[in-house]
């Protein structure tokens, strides 16, 4: 069976998985803490792999940090035994085991929104555009702001349990 039809779901093992759903890579695959989205699902005899766990494609968005490249290029260079780079490694149409995923919430799905402070700043030099600053009762031209500020962060039932404190 194939299932490619967004919004079609397979369960497996009580785990329901989603056409279009995201997903990270888990500790048990080589694409782990990548970011994706679940393209397709075989079973029975339309798998590709011989294992008895369904195979569940993804797609993976690569990852934009400098340390999350290297960490990446190093752990598929020691896989294959040669010098891998991040164009090199393939991150669509990856066949994923059901463990080696795990879905990821949607934002829009979360009810709770936990406070997150944050340091704001903001500068202005006189050929530049900004706010007005003034230092000891009189108009300076440069000047440098510096606050904290409040956002939301929206968060899952799972991670609220996760991070609440005994």
């Given at each position: 069976m194939?299932?490619?039809?967004?919004?079609a779901?397979?369960?497996?093992?009580?785990?329901?998985?989603?056409?279009?759903?995201?997903v990270?890579?888990?500790?048990?695959?080589?694409?782990?803490?990548?970011?994706?989205?679940?393209?397709?699902?075989?079973?029975?005899?339309?798998?590709?792999?011989?294992?008895?766990?369904?195979?569940?494609y993804?797609?993976?968005?690569p990852?934009?940090?400098?340390?999350?490249?290297?960490?990446?290029?190093?752990?598929?260079?020691?896989?294959?035994q040669?010098?891998?780079?991040?164009e090199?490694?393939s991150?669509?149409?990856?066949?994923?085991?059901?463990?080696?995923?795990?879905?990821?919430?949607?934002?829009?799905?979360?009810?709770?929104?936990?406070?997150?402070?944050?340091?704001?700043?903001?500068?202005?030099?006189?050929?530049?555009?900004?706010?007005?600053?003034?230092?000891?009762?009189e108009?300076?031209?440069?000047?440098?702001?510096?606050?904290?500020?409040?956002?939301?962060?929206?968060?899952?039932?799972?991670?609220?349990?996760?991070v609440?404190?005994?």
């Amino acid at each position: 069976m194939i299932i490619n039809r967004i919004g079609a779901e397979f369960v497996y093992e009580g785990d329901a998985f989603v056409i279009g759903q995201p997903v990270v890579g888990t500790s048990q695959s080589e694409y782990e803490g990548l970011y994706g989205l679940i393209t397709e699902i075989r079973d029975g005899k339309d798998k590709e792999t011989e294992n008895d766990m369904p195979d569940i494609y993804c797609a993976f968005d690569p990852p934009v940090l400098p340390h999350d490249i290297e960490e990446l290029e190093k752990r598929f260079s020691s896989l294959y035994q040669n010098p891998k780079k991040l164009e090199g490694i393939s991150l669509d149409e990856v066949i994923m085991a059901p463990e080696m995923v795990k879905v990821v919430e949607v934002p829009e799905k979360c009810r709770r929104f936990l406070p997150v402070y944050i340091v704001v700043e903001d500068w202005a030099r006189a050929w530049g555009r900004g706010h007005e600053g003034f230092i000891d009762g009189e108009y300076d031209k440069n000047h440098y702001l510096i606050q904290i500020g409040e956002r939301r962060l929206a968060a899952s039932e799972e991670f609220i349990k996760r991070v609440s404190v005994s």
